[in-house]
């Protein structure tokens, strides 16, 4: 098979979650380690993280080798029509930026029916018929403006503790989407963390994968999780998103040669969830995960 996957990694893999917080590794360390670690392509991350200008971001990014691969926007369509501003804003600064570095995708993760910081219930967990309707007419115009506005792609990410995280939950969204203006960011770990089948679905709708996210869940904590009904922030702190290579899941090397057959340039994008951590943690464990995903790709197939 031919074909080169573009593998790559992002802040949120050195416990990144927010543009400013002291207890995260400082931005210029994050691009050295990932730069020694072997990558080349790196998400955008929380906007502010990295810098917003776009000739000094595309400065840092040089002197490390590195290259955009997406941006990320956060988005809550189901709760109405005053929805779109709030997303548009983000938009115009995240994808006005990642589009001047040539990045092709947006990440689109929704909004969380439980707090990803206190853990708070905010709404009910599931959307009513009236709320799908809303939540797919705002991702079709939203990722047909992309396209217009910017020549990016949509690319909607499943999450925990959000309305769309089951199999069943993410072939409506699929059903009900337009597939020119809204596909799927497959987030590896998200889906398995609902006990989703990553190859079933990318077998069942090949042409709706249009970015990865390469993650493992602890099947362990995960049972914990689950059975305790656990907040996506406690099971994070658990260790519920487990270094790739030993025990997690799912298998790697399977979901990688299907994305080779959708995309041989699709990229995959390393995203293990380590808010918290030591800023010491995350360097040895991403060199590690990429010596592991080499091993599954054959080095000749991995960019």
Known sequence: MSGRIRVGTAPD?????FPNDTGQVPWERFLAEVQAAGYHWIELGPFGYLPTDPNQLADALAAHDLHLSAGTVFTGFHKGDDQ???AWDQALDVAGLVSKLGA???VVIPDLWRSDSTAQVLESRVLDDEQWKKLAAGHDK?????WEEFGIRQQFHSHADSHIGTYAEVERFLVETNPEFTNLCLDTGHFAYYLGDNVKLMNAYPERIGYLHLKQVHPDILAETLKNDLPF???VAN???TEPGGVGVPEFAPIIEKALEINPEMFAIVEQDMYGCSVDFPYPIAKRTRDHIASCTHAARFV
């Open 233 to 235: 922030v406690e099971a």
């Open 239 to 241: 260790g519920v998103m």
């Open 84 to 86: 779109w501003k709030r």
């Open 13 to 17: 893999s050195w416990g990144v979650w």
């Open 104 to 106: 092709e995708h947006l």
């Open 142 to 146: 939203l990722g047909q403006a992309l």
